[in-house]
């Protein structure tokens, strides 16, 4: 089991709901291991859903273009601090 906080927990229950992760678990998903490929799998197309997920529920957008994005989908913990600062 892996350590994780409150938002980490949010975002990881996005991240399996938005994305139809039916056999991932809140506790399968390392916060400090990679989103794609070798980590948790995900692909672009799964990078452009998560995207929609996250402007729909936290109310900003993650822009395709971002020059952060590889920073931004690093990991869970990545991911879950991004939103955290830029929730609206």
Do not use: C, W
Request: hydrophobic share 40%; aromatic share 6%; net charge negative.
């Amino acid at each position: 089991m892996f350590e994780t906080n409150d938002q980490e927990k949010e975002v990881a229950n996005l991240i399996i709901e938005s994305l139809n992760l039916e056999d991932t678990e809140l506790n399968d998903i390392d916060p400090d291991a990679a989103l794609f490929k070798d980590g948790l799998g995900l692909d672009s197309i799964d990078a452009l859903e998560l995207s929609m997920a996250i402007s729909q529920k936290y109310g900003f957008k993650i822009k395709s273009d971002d020059k952060d994005n590889a920073d931004i989908f690093a990991s869970l913990r990545a991911l879950a601090k991004h939103v955290e600062t830029n929730r609206v």
